[in-house]
């Protein structure tokens, strides 16, 4: 029994050994067994560090000291000593300071929280202005100013949906990697504009010490400035709905010379992929297109297989919708269906990338041959927006 025992001791640790061997710190983002704030890039992340740290050694310092004199008391004090309870009624000088110390101590925490959080608001004298709107799951960027301004894409989960469903082995940036990263010069002041088009999202990257809450029908901004180059992870902070920890936040920082080459290089991707919805299109273009783009935005929700999830988002093979008149579909895309989770996607995709993707799912699984309007041009969009 004993040499039974050995063996299997043996064999969970070796296996405990494999698993922390395979878990190491995520660049940019958490830390294995990680218990401290993160140690930030940013002046306000330090601030902010530095001041868990001061009103927890307070906190520490006020426990010990009130639960130390009480416990003695009731040691010291006891009645099986001899000790009898004192009668009295006041004592000035002891109201005096439990008043008086207590203000003195809140005081000094609020000063330099005061100050950091005055610094937080202090949008002003920005070098740079990113819009940011959170979408259901995903994030949009718009360069509102500087060299990029114009420049804007969509942030969409990269984790592949075989890792998420555990038919593959999960990577090491999982569930915390997009598709385009947010690229910012280094030692720049960065203000982002956030606002949502559906529900609340919460923008926060920890190394920044920024956590800024998006709000459907509102502008809020915050700002940070980054010190160091490198890649900086965050999170949606905010339960948005099914998908909230499928809408990750990757932001790259970069010198003053590469940030400059990546503004040219995606004013000339701009250029190339500007789409004329003016264009007669191909069904095969609209369906290779389309593809794409039910991929990066539709998935999700209504699954690969176009069966949807019973209860939640509605199955697009053998939809009557899907199968009947264009227009009716067209609008559902562009406007969404207030009262359900279908979002609006007519401020997301532009003209050719919703004629495609409806074209698509016109064709796809089970739909093939049976629909009305099997093709819709981008001019069909036009005209219905």
Known sequence: MKKWRGILGACALLSGSAVNAQVQDMPGGPKVDQLNLHEGVTQIAHDVMWLHWLLLIICGVIFIGVFGVMFYSIWAHRKSRGHK???????LGVEVAWTVIPFIIVIAMALPATKTVVAMKDTSSADLTVKVTGYQWKWGYEYLDGPAAGVKFLSTLATPRAQIEGREP?????????????VVPVDKKVRIVLTAADVIHSWMVPDFGVKQDAIPGFLRDTWFRAEKTGTYRGQCAELCGKDHAFMPIVVEVKSQADYD?????????MAANAD?????????????????????????CHQANGKGVPGSFPALDGDKTVLGPKDAQIQTVLHGRPGTAMAAFGGQLNDVEIASVITYTRHAWSNAGKGQ?????????VAAR
């Open 276 to 300: 004329d919805p003016n264009k007669e299109w191909t069904k095969e273009e609209l369906l290779a297109r389309g593809e794409k783009v039910f991929g990066a935005n539709c998935v999700a």
């Open 85 to 91: 309870a004192a009668t009295f009624h006041e004592h």
């Open 170 to 182: 999960k990577g090491e940036f999982y569930l915390m990697e997009v598709d385009n990263h947010l």
């Open 373 to 381: 309007d099997p093709v819709v041009q981008p001019k069909d969009v």
């Open 261 to 269: 080459k990546w503004v040219e290089e995606q004013k000339k991707k």
